[in-house]
Structure formats: C-alpha cells, structure tokens
C-alpha cells in the first residue's frame, strides 16, 4: 500500500529563487491538497484539486504561487521568488472524497527554508 | 465558515496517566465530519478516527476513546494510561459545506513523561 509521497523532503533555498514540489498521491484518490503548516501551528489550507481541475484556492496563495495537477495525478507546488516568510512545511494529502468523508491521508511533507 | 478551536495548548503528564484533549468546532452546516490527527515528532500527519455528525456514538479504540457530543460542538479525545509514545502534537480538525477542505485546529502538543 503506497502512501502520499513528496519530494523533495528538505529544500533550503536562496530568497529570490524559485523551488517546485511534486506530490504523488494515494492512487486510486481522486482530491488533492495543499496544505501549509508553521511552527506551533495546525495545517492551514492553500488549495484542493478534484482530478485535475483546482477547485479552490486560500487567499494565502498569493500570486507567486502556483499548484497544477496536469493528469489527474501527481502535483506540482511553484514558489516563485522566495521569501523569508515562505519558510514552511509544505503538506501534500489526497482523498477519496465525499465516498470517505473526505478523510486525507497527508504525505511526509517538505520543509521550506528559504535563507 | 468552519472553525476549530483547541484551547490546550500544552499538556505534560506522567505515564500512567489519564489525558483528555478537548476540541470545540463551529460550522452552520447540519452533515459534517470530524476528524482527530496525530503528529508525532517525525512530522507527518497521521489520521486517528473519523465521525459523522449523525454518529454520536462514542469510540473506544484501544486505549484511545473519543467523545462527540452536538450539544456542545465538542469532540474530545481521552488517552487511557498514556505511554510515551503518545508524545506528539494532536489535531482536531472540521470537513462541512461540501467536503470539501477539511480545516484545523492549532494543535495540542502532549508530553508524556517516564
């Protein structure tokens, strides 16, 4: 049983600079999502795909940032020109939907150190 | 608009021990789920139990046992004779309106010390 996978698990990167995060969800989950998670805090909601149409975005996903899921499969997370403030846990997780009680089963996540 | 709220920001008991972690949630919706998650020290989330609102059956899963009551939008979380694996950084967390995001509480971070 393959879980959510996400890579890269670490990424320091420079502020200014671009990074991409792939997630490959459970294969048979149709919904996608991304979350972001701070120090201290509980996940907080950035956007959801349901195959591959992206039905809803957080106003905390501001312009330079851009989420795709091209086949209904795996994701993409672009962080274009990094901040400081970037610097997250980025949490992918998938679920069945409304079949499950959209129950999501989260990946190990990626952390975002933008220096 | 859907909102979690766990007020027990920390808790620190001594193995044995009893722990309740309580969760308040607010939604308008009449059909919601809840959900608890725990986030041991490796990072990941990993999912606990679920419930409907239409189930207010408590739940006792081993040493875990869940208690849902409408009356109070409250979902509590008891642990009977924690263990130090138990240390971690439990979620409550609100699916409604659709299911379609499910939303989170801030955390309660429990430490079970030997």
């Known amino acids: 049983d393959t879980g959510v996978s996400q890579d890269p698990r670490h990424k320091i990167t420079k502020r200014g600079q671009n990074v991409t995060f792939r997630c490959d969800p459970i294969?048979?989950?149709?919904?996608l999502y991304w979350y972001r998670q701070t120090l201290g805090q509980g996940p907080e909601f950035l956007t959801y795909f349901q195959n591959e149409a992206q039905l809803e975005k957080s106003r905390l996903l501001s312009n330079r940032f851009s989420a795709e899921r091209p086949k209904g499969s795996f994701s993409t997370l672009e962080i274009q020109r990094t901040e400081q403030g970037d610097s997250a846990m980025y949490l992918c997780?998938?679920?069945?939907?409304?079949?499950?009680?959209?129950?999501?089963?989260f990946g190990e996540g990626s952390w975002l150190t933008v220096v | 608009a859907q909102k979690v709220t766990q007020a027990q920001t920390e808790i620190s008991v001594v193995e044995k021990e009893d722990v309740t972690l309580d969760c308040v949630y607010e939604t308008r919706d009449t059909t919601y789920y809840l959900f608890w998650y725990k986030q041991p020290p490796s990072g990941e989330l990993v999912f606990l139990i679920r419930r409907n609102s239409f189930d207010e059956q408590n739940e006792i899963s081993g040493r875990y046992s869940w208690n849902f009551q409408k009356s109070t939008s409250s979902f509590n979380f008891t642990i009977t004779a924690s263990q130090v694996v138990d240390s971690a950084v439990y979620f409550c967390?609100?699916?409604?309106?659709?299911?379609?995001?499910?939303?989170f509480g801030t955390g309660t971070k429990l430490q079970v010390i030997p």
């Open positions: 997780a998938s679920s069945l939907g409304r079949n499950s009680g959209n129950t999501i089963y």
């Open positions: 967390a609100l699916s409604s309106g659709g299911y379609q995001k499910v939303t």
């Open positions: 294969s048979e989950h149709n919904r």
